[in-house]
């Protein structure tokens, strides 16, 4: 009932974040190279570059994420194997960066980190049930031929037969 919505909605807020972090990165990345900052010495242009790049691989990293909320909330099925193991990563990513904005940006930016730390969670543990047999057999009633009697080396039952009552 709720889960089809929450994994659209995780699925939209990835998209939209990934491309924000890119964006971000990149605008940071012209930002250096415009003013020629240093630090410590590298090439502006080595650290405008790694900018960039590390917001296209950051946005590309959500965007996966993304995708893999996108085709749960399509299949309606629980994310498994790798599509998995990347959301529980990205719900760490999350609760990280959401320490690390708590002191740098503020509570808003921490605020916002947590929420989607809470969809992805959600996302995790609304498909989580326990898988419960269906097509399974029921047990055999003990009858004659399945009390252990007169087959040999199949041993006593485990409990006794229950005690004779008077009327």
Known sequence: MVRRPVAWVV?????????????????????????DMS???????????????????FGLYFALCGLVALLVAIRNRPPAGFGRILLISAAVVHGLLGAFVWGLVGWTAFLFMVVVLALIV????????????TDTVPPAAPGPESDGGGKGGEGSPVSSPPAPTTP
């Open 11 to 35: 699925a939209v807020v990835l998209f939209v974040e990934a491309f924000g972090i890119a964006a971000l990165n990149w605008f940071l990345g012209i930002v250096v190279d415009r003013q």
């Open 39 to 57: 630090l410590a010495g590298l090439d502006p242009d080595v650290m405008s570059a790694s900018s960039k790049i590390g917001g296209v691989v």
């Open 122 to 133: 959600l996302l995790l543990m609304t498909y989580d049930s326990p898988a419960e047999p």
